[in-house]
């Protein structure tokens, strides 16, 4: 067995890290989040950052999934193909240190005429199955920079589709015509459900986007609530998107909840059942399930 002692769990990403102490009976017993994602650090500074993580949390084995198994990451961790399980994800780890630090990989998805690939969330999904916190055949949209709409079958991530909703948000709210007016937080209240059932109407994307502006030059939308309502158009479309791809039944939103509440307020606009799950929790039994399948 890998790690009898316990281990050093880090779900690392593009802008931030979270570390987690993980005993040897697979419960939590220390943690940290912090900015450090793998663009901050200068070339060559995976070691040292390495070394703080056990400085901060003790002297123990890493198993590190997310953007540091990337092409830009740490060491490249090649995607395991759809469908993909806990031992199809153990069979593809990297190790920058033999024995000592691994790298989860990522997953990949290749349909007629799609492609897609995730990096961090697929702990996450096979962490909630493991747990028995979402049943091995089920639906799954986890939102994030990067939405994932994900079908997962007899325990195994089948397929996923990608909408970059978090993405779209954050270049509108820094570089577009919209800025100015997309200040105010987002709140999943009237402009907000107004936003999702405007674009669940089918029109392009773009033109419900421009028309934000219009309608606050016209006075038809108070500037405090034009983030709300643009947010509700990204995730009506992202929700549209979501259905067409995956298909029917009860949608299990897993993630951070300031993002699960306003996925499961737009699904509601359309009636669709949908629970919520913390996608931390998901990661912890993700992570713990991947360490305690290793040789």
Same mark, same amino acid.
């Given at each position: 067995?890998?790690?009898?002692?316990?281990?050093?769990?880090?779900?690392?990403?593009?802008?931030?890290?979270?570390?987690?102490?993980?005993?040897?009976?697979?419960?939590?017993?220390?943690?940290?989040?912090?900015?450090?994602?793998?663009?901050?650090?200068?070339?060559?500074?995976?070691?040292?950052?390495?070394?703080?993580?056990?400085?901060?949390?003790?002297n123990l084995p890493l198993l590190m999934a997310g953007m540091v198994g990337s092409n830009?990451?740490?060491?490249?961790?090649?995607?395991?193909?759809?469908?993909?399980?806990?031992?199809?994800?153990?069979?593809?780890?990297?190790?920058?240190?033999?024995?000592?630090?691994?790298?989860?990989?990522?997953?990949?998805?290749?349909?007629?005429?799609?492609?897609?690939?995730?990096?961090?969330?697929?702990?996450?999904?096979?962490?909630?199955?493991?747990?028995?916190?979402?049943?091995?055949?089920?639906?799954?949209? =986890?939102?994030?920079? =990067?939405?994932?709409?994900?079908?997962?079958?007899?325990?195994?991530?089948?397929?996923?589709?990608?909408?970059?909703?978090?993405?779209? +948000?954050?270049?509108?709210?820094?570089?577009?015509?919209?800025?100015?007016?997309?200040?105010?937080?987002?709140?999943?209240?009237?402009? +907000?459900?107004?936003?999702?059932?405007?674009?669940?109407? %089918?029109?392009?994307?773009?033109?419900?986007?421009?028309?934000?502006?219009?309608?606050?030059?016209?006075?038809?939308?108070?500037?405090?609530?034009?983030?709300?309502?643009?947010?509700?158009?990204?995730?009506?479309?992202?929700?549209?998107?979501?259905?067409?791809?995956?298909?029917?039944?009860?949608?299990?939103?897993?993630?951070?909840?300031?993002?699960?509440?306003?996925?499961?307020?737009?699904?509601?606009?359309l009636g669709r059942p949908c629970r919520e799950y913390? %996608?931390?929790?998901?990661?912890?039994?993700?992570?713990?399930?991947?360490?305690?399948?290793?040789?």
């Open positions: 067995m890998w790690a009898p002692e316990g281990f050093i769990g880090v779900d690392w990403g593009t802008t931030n890290r979270r570390a987690y102490l993980i005993d040897a009976g697979g419960a939590p017993r220390g943690e940290f989040e912090d900015g450090q994602g793998i663009l901050s650090l200068a070339p060559g500074g995976f070691p040292a950052a390495v070394a703080e993580i056990r400085s901060r949390l003790g830009r990451g740490w060491v490249e961790a090649p995607y395991a193909p759809c469908p993909a399980g806990v031992s199809d994800l153990v069979g593809g780890i990297a190790w920058p240190e033999a024995g000592r630090t691994a790298i989860v990989p990522g997953v990949c998805y290749a349909g007629a005429g799609h492609a897609d690939i995730m990096r961090g969330e697929e702990v996450q999904l096979l962490g909630a199955v493991a747990s028995g916190s979402i049943p091995p055949d089920c639906i799954v949209c =986890h939102p994030g920079t =990067h939405n994932k709409w994900v079908k997962v079958a007899g325990g195994r991530i089948a397929s996923f589709a990608t909408v970059m909703t978090g993405e779209m +948000f954050g270049l509108l709210k820094e570089q577009s015509i919209l800025s100015d007016v997309l200040r105010s937080p987002v709140v999943a209240r009237e402009a +907000f459900g107004s936003g999702v059932e405007t674009a669940l109407k %089918g029109r392009a994307l773009t033109a419900d986007l421009f028309s934000v502006r219009a309608r606050v030059v016209l006075k038809q939308l108070p500037p405090a609530d034009a983030a709300s309502f643009t947010s509700g158009l990204l995730i009506g479309a992202d929700i549209r998107t979501g259905l067409d791809e995956i298909g029917h039944g009860e949608i299990i939103v897993m993630g951070r909840p300031e993002l699960t509440s306003l996925y499961a307020s737009a699904l509601a606009t913390d %996608g931390e929790r998901a990661f912890i039994a993700g992570i713990t399930a991947i360490a305690g399948a290793i040789p």
